[in-house]
């Protein structure tokens, strides 16, 4: 299967500032989703990061908060935007195709103070 | 709404024994794929075994094989020999309709932590 490079694996954030999340794909891949992670939980999709257009996001989660871009089938970026301790999480991305199991980035550990 | 359930929060097993971690899912489709990933200390959600609905047959892999109860909604996995580095989180995930492979959203339970112990 394809690997996912993440980045940055982990930071530490002051509140109201921005992060940027960079995963880069090794192949084309179809599809690529974004997800959340938070202390002791599972994993909640945040958005479908769709190639040339706006992502699809998932209830409870806005693309003023949570810009994501995807300028071509290897690489996309999630922003987490105007951070708050709140948003203290690992992110992590996935992409796969039609035929394939999703593959995931090695995750990003936010820490916002 | 559909939904994956895992009852286990922690589960604890010596080295060499087995174990057998449980997940329940609810839904009305007829067509669906399950799995169970691993989520290791290092963070890196790695597939571990895949189940499809229509097969009745359950699947294996090498140490580890599930026990597929499609009328139970049931999906448990069994870890046999366990190795120490067997010691992570156990997502069991869903996939709603027809096999689209990544096209396809993941539907997470909550993880089971399991701890391999000396």
């Known amino acids: 299967s394809a690997v996912i490079s993440q980045k940055p694996s982990r930071d530490i954030c002051q509140r109201g500032t921005s992060l940027t999340i960079q995963c880069q794909v090794d192949?084309?891949?179809?599809?690529m989703f974004w997800y959340r992670q938070q202390p002791g939980q599972s994993l909640t999709l945040i958005a479908t990061?769709?190639?040339?257009?706006?992502?699809?996001?998932e209830s409870g989660f806005v693309i003023d908060k949570f810009p994501i871009s995807r300028p071509n089938l290897t690489f996309s970026t999630l922003t987490v935007s105007n951070m708050s301790p709140e948003d203290s999480s690992i992110y992590l991305c996935?992409?796969?195709?039609?035929?394939?199991?999703?593959?995931f980035g090695q995750g990003t550990r936010l820490t916002v103070v | 709404a559909q939904t994956v359930t895992q009852s286990q929060p922690e589960m604890s097993v010596q080295e060499a024994e087995t174990v057998t971690l449980s997940c329940t899912y609810d839904?009305?489709?007829?067509?669906?794929?399950l799995f169970w990933y691993k989520q290791p200390p290092s963070r890196q959600m790695i597939l571990v075994i895949r189940?499809?609905?229509?097969?009745?047959q359950n699947a294996t892999e090498n140490r580890f094989s599930v026990n597929f109860q499609k009328a139970a909604k049931s999906f448990s996995l069994k870890i046999s020999d366990s190795q120490l580095g067997d010691t992570a989180m156990y997502f069991c995930?869903?996939?709603?309709?027809?096999?689209?492979?990544?096209?396809?959203?993941?539907?997470f339970g909550t993880g089971t932590l399991l701890a391999v112990q000396p």
């Open positions: 996935s992409g796969g195709g039609r035929n394939t199991e999703a593959f």
């Open positions: 995930a869903f996939v709603p309709g027809g096999y689209g492979g990544a096209t396809n959203k993941l539907i």
């Open positions: 192949s084309q891949v179809t599809m």
């Open positions: 990061a769709n190639q040339g257009s706006e992502a699809t996001y």
């Open positions: 189940q499809e609905a229509y097969k009745q």
């Open positions: 839904t009305s489709e007829n067509n669906y794929y």
